[in-house]
T-cell receptor
Framework: KAGVTQTPRYLIKTRGQQVTLSCSPI?????VSWYQQTPGQGLQFLFE???????NKGNFPGRFSGRQFSNSRSEMNVSTLELGDSALYLC????????????FGSGTRLTVV | GQNIDQPTEMTATEGAIVQINCTYQTSGFNGLFWYQQHAGEAPTFLSYNVLDGLEEKGRFSSFLSRSKGYSYLLLKELQMKDSASYLCAVKDSNYQLIWGAGTKLIIKP
């Protein structure tokens, strides 16, 4: 079956712009989590959605938001981009909130200039 | 606060055995994961421990001691392709994954 699909793979934006990233989970997976990864920082948790409801939120400013649709696809939005938002954004899906593991997408590499 | 500690970098020789340790302090415990991440790629699932003891899966084994807040990943018969970062993550009482910064493993011929 198809894996986790993230679009776009690469993105270049200027400061002050906003961006929307998309994540399509594995068919049947209802949980989607988003992470920011920067060199030396590891994976920083952004938020988790399960059945269209945000279940957990990390320590990121309100410029970072997300949502999940009825088909479990999820979007993440970052408004008023800052240079420090440049990172690899990963989403991970699981059947039920991590049981048996999470499967990651290939990520979206966002560069803010 | 919640914290996951793992060594930043380790070096080992092809064909040898290496043990990567992970210690954690979290709000509750609902399982511990190990992931492998090659440079520029997404993390891939290696193991999941929820009960104490050793889980063996081919060349890779993972051990958990909940009372000590400790886990290790054991890699045997190292191959050059095992050069990667190894990430330890704990699922806390809110089902949120807390991640370590990762251990970069360098394999030398």
């Amino acid at each position: 079956k198809a894996g986790v699909t993230q679009t776009p793979r690469y993105l270049i934006k200027t400061r002050g712009q906003q961006v929307t990233l998309s994540c399509s989970p594995i068919s049947g997976h209802r949980s989607v989590s988003w992470y920011q990864q920067t060199p030396g920082q590891g994976l920083q948790f952004l938020f988790e959605y399960f059945s269209e409801t945000q279940r957990n939120k990390g320590n990121f400013p309100g410029r970072f938001s997300g949502r999940q649709f009825s088909n479990s696809r999820s979007e993440m939005n970052v408004s008023t981009l800052e240079l420090g938002d440049s990172a690899l954004y990963l989403c991970a899906s699981s059947q039920y909130r991590g049981d048996y593991g999470y499967t990651f997408g290939s990520g979206t590499r966002l560069t803010v200039v | 606060g919640q914290n996951i500690d793992q060594p930043t970098e380790m070096t080992a020789t092809e064909g040898a055995i290496v043990q990567i340790n992970c210690t954690y302090q979290t709000s509750g415990f609902n399982g511990l994961f190990w992931y492998q991440q090659h440079a520029g790629e997404a993390p891939t699932f290696l193991s999941y421990n929820v009960l104490d003891g050793l889980e063996e899966k081919g060349r890779f084994s993972s051990f958990l001691s909940r009372s000590k807040g400790y886990s290790y990943l054991l890699l045997k018969e190292l191959q050059m392709k095992d050069s990667a970062s190894y990430l330890c993550a704990v699922k806390d009482s809110n089902y949120q994954l807390i991640w370590g910064a990762g251990t970069k493993l360098i394999i030398k011929p």
